[in-house]
């Protein structure tokens, strides 16, 4: 498990915080094991838990003493899905992506310093990977999160390299800022990312940012594959889902500061 927000904004920080703990685990949890390595007392967690319980945040089952999120959740969770992702408005390009390139497809968006994938396509031979939707991984050594670090503001692409475990997953793992910097100038030239088994072995992938219309990272696609064909056979069909999901996301006005402005004022 691994939660990488901590409760430093009062009573709602705590609570987001613990909110993130029962979610990591994937399924029902106890009570001890949540208390086990908290950074809150255990007065204070059990407090939380009944807060959130009564709020619908959590559902708590009498017959195992297990948590798990609830309804309130889950239907604020549809409602984030489909007002601040790109999952909706890059469904259907998702959909024709995947079936021009036979592979699997992602769509990912960053979440802090990691990535957060929020749709998957797979192939029709699935391939186990880590990178379901939902799940959150690394930025620095999967193809959707090079591709969006590469086009990050200065600041921001300091804070979140800072951020990074730098942990060897594979032998071909970027292990150093330094190195990342080089990789990442190397994206910005040629507009595409690689994950050349960075992340798992034996799997590869082609990536490419989602940019808003002031060159703002929205989030990126990638085509995935376990096989030895070349992936820059997959950039003609890959580049075009992106501008397509690009200028869906333009018409749809999704948020970007100043962006909005800019879009009224044109109008």
């Not at 619908?56 to 984030?80: I, K, N």
């Not at 999967?142 to 200065?154: C, D, H, I, Q, S």
Request: charge should be neutral; proline fraction near 7%; aromatic fraction near 6%.
């Amino acid at each position: 498990m691994n939660v990488q927000r901590m409760g430093g904004d009062g009573t709602v920080g705590k609570a987001l915080d613990v909110l993130d703990r029962v979610a990591a685990y994937g399924r029902p949890v106890r009570f001890s094991e949540l208390l086990e390595g908290s950074p809150f007392p255990k007065a204070t967690t059990y407090r939380l838990l009944q807060t959130l319980v009564s709020q619908g945040m959590l559902r708590l089952d009498p017959e195992s003493g297990t948590y798990a999120p609830g309804m309130r959740l889950v239907r604020m969770a549809h409602a984030a899905w489909a007002q601040s992702s790109l999952a909706p408005i890059a469904q259907p390009h998702l959909d024709r992506l995947s079936q021009e390139v036979g592979e699997t497809v992602h769509l990912a968006q960053l979440d802090g310093a990691q990535v957060l994938y929020v749709d998957k396509r797979n192939r029709a031979a699935k391939v186990p990977m880590y990178s379901d939707a939902g799940k959150v991984g690394p930025a620095y050594c999967t193809g959707v999160g090079k591709a969006m670090l590469a086009f990050l503001p200065e600041a921001e692409l300091t804070r979140v390299l800072a951020q990074q475990s730098w942990h060897p997953f594979t032998g071909a793992t970027i292990t150093s800022p330094q190195a990342m910097r080089e990789e990442l100038a190397a994206i910005r030239d040629r507009g595409h990312a690689y994950d050349l088994e960075e992340h798992e072995p034996g799997i590869r992938c082609i990536a490419m940012p989602v940019l808003s219309a002031r060159g703002r990272v929205q989030g990126a696609v990638s085509v995935t594959t376990d096989g030895p064909g070349p992936l820059d056979d997959h950039l003609p069909a890959l580049r075009a889902a992106v501008t397509r999901i690009a200028g869906d996301l333009r018409d749809w006005r999704f948020p970007d500061k100043g962006e909005d402005q800019e879009w009224q004022a044109s109008s």
